[in-house]
């Protein structure tokens, strides 16, 4: 059974960094595409960022660019979200989701697999 745990959310203040951590178990991720994506209270979850897993190439939506960066630890099935410079407005739950095609990886449909979520308060 696939399983996607995501922890490092909590409350910070704006102008502060967290680093998000997705744990991939029961199944070798060597192959799969991983991304991040957030859902704030009244709205609809949003791309954030993505990797593609076997090349390392990254994607992220505009209004991250810059202070967000996605990597992984192949060895370790592990991906990690690094957040510098947090606003208010990345207030939201946090997911991890794997398993989904090159080129469609903004899209949180395509992917198969997602974690529960942790949740990310950015006070000003």
């Known amino acids: 059974q696939v399983q996607l745990v995501e922890s490092g959310g909590g409350l910070v203040q704006a102008g502060d960094s967290l680093r998000l951590s997705c744990a991939a178990s029961g199944r070798t991720f060597s192959r799969t595409n991983m991304g991040w994506f957030r859902q704030a209270p009244g709205k609809e979850r949003e791309f954030v960022a993505a990797?593609?897993?076997?090349?390392?190439?990254?994607y992220y939506a505009d209004s991250v660019k810059g202070r967000f960066t996605n990597s992984r630890d192949s060895a370790k099935n592990t991906m990690f979200l690094q957040m510098n410079s947090l606003k208010p407005e990345d207030t939201a739950v946090y997911y991890c989701?794997?398993?989904?095609?090159?080129?469609?990886?903004?899209?949180?449909?395509?992917?198969?697999?997602w974690g529960q979520g942790t949740q990310v308060t950015v006070s000003s």
């Open positions: 989701a794997a398993d989904a095609s090159l080129g469609l990886m903004r899209i949180a449909g395509t992917y198969k697999y």
């Open positions: 990797i593609g897993w076997s090349s390392g190439s990254t």
